[in-house]
């Protein structure tokens, strides 16, 4: 319980960007009022200080940084592969593409990777103005386009990236043409992820397995692999993490829908914070044992 050193960054950027208030803004509070101002767009610069998740700190004024008066540059430094956080190439092929197509082409650049727990990552994001986004559908992935393995190290041995390598080619059935180690700079200590990409004709998805002390690499692989595995099964158009994540853009759009396996708490708690802040329903529906159709109203009138 409390706020930690990637929430409290949060909490800082979106005072910064709205000339905003916040009182409990300090390590460890369980309490925090925020007032914000007017947002203003503009060049931000923001260190988490830890490996704490600069992807989280960037989605907390992503949205609101589309409504400024001018286009935004916004530098964050801290962890960009981090557990239960979504990674940077998440960000870059599954969420960003979606939020171009609803009118907010934001570009999101990777300067330098940060594992836990030495962080040291550098990411860079482009945010033009958008005044108003626009609703999309996403009940269809449609063909599959490509599909490949990456494995990234940083100060470990190869062997560590060939194996989560070797692991994912048995489960996915994937030639060696389809698995990549990306060997990355181990300056900022060591680290590993493993990620795995699905590209088709609508939507692109990423799943990742982070290496950890006494886990095992053949471990990291499988939990990627069950992962895209079961996505694939589900036969929805967007996978479970992606799911929660384009709840709040579809909302302020107005209108959107897609399929999804079964919701995850996480989406359900999303869902139940937008309620209660907008006058909005976002109904789910189940189709089968394996696919849901999320389904979002916007009141506008209200």
């Not at 369980?30 to 992807?55: K, M």
């Amino acid at each position: 319980p409390g706020l930690l050193r990637q929430h409290l960054t949060a909490v800082q950027a979106a005072v910064a960007i709205s000339n905003g208030e916040a009182k409990g803004a300090e390590l460890g509070s369980r309490a925090l009022t925020f007032t914000p101002g007017t947002v203003r767009g503009g060049d931000y610069r923001f260190a988490i200080g830890t490996a704490g998740s600069c992807t989280l700190v960037l989605q907390t004024i992503l949205l609101p940084l589309l409504r400024a008066d001018r286009e935004s540059t916004v530098t964050i430094t801290g962890g960009t592969h981090n557990p239960s956080a979504p990674p940077v190439d998440f960000l870059q092929r599954a969420f960003l593409p979606l939020l171009a197509r609803m009118g907010a082409p934001v570009e999101v650049t990777l300067k330098k990777h940060g594992f836990f727990p030495g962080g040291g990552g550098e990411i860079v994001a482009r945010i033009p103005p958008c005044p108003a986004l626009h609703g999309i559908e996403l009940c269809d992935r449609g063909e599959r386009r490509c599909g490949f393995a990456e494995a990234y190290i940083a100060a470990l041995p190869v062997h560590v990236a060939e194996r989560e390598l070797k692991t994912v080619g048995e489960l996915m059935n994937w030639p060696k043409e389809q698995l990549f180690v990306r060997g990355i700079s181990g300056q900022n200590g060591i680290g590993n992820a493993l990620g795995i990409t699905l590209e088709h004709e609508h939507i692109t998805e990423v799943f990742t397995g982070f290496g950890e002390r006494g886990v095992s690499s053949e471990t990291v692989a499988k939990t990627a692999c069950d992962e895209a595995l079961d996505y694939i099964a589900s036969n929805a158009a967007v996978g479970p993490h992606l799911a929660d994540q384009l709840l709040l853009p579809l909302v302020l759009a107005g209108s959107g829908r897609f399929t999804m396996p079964a919701p995850t708490l996480h989406f359900t708690t999303n869902v139940a914070v937008i309620e209660r802040f907008l006058p909005v329903r976002i109904e789910v529906a189940k189709e089968d044992g394996h696919l849901c159709t999320a389904l979002v109203q916007y009141a506008k009138e209200s």
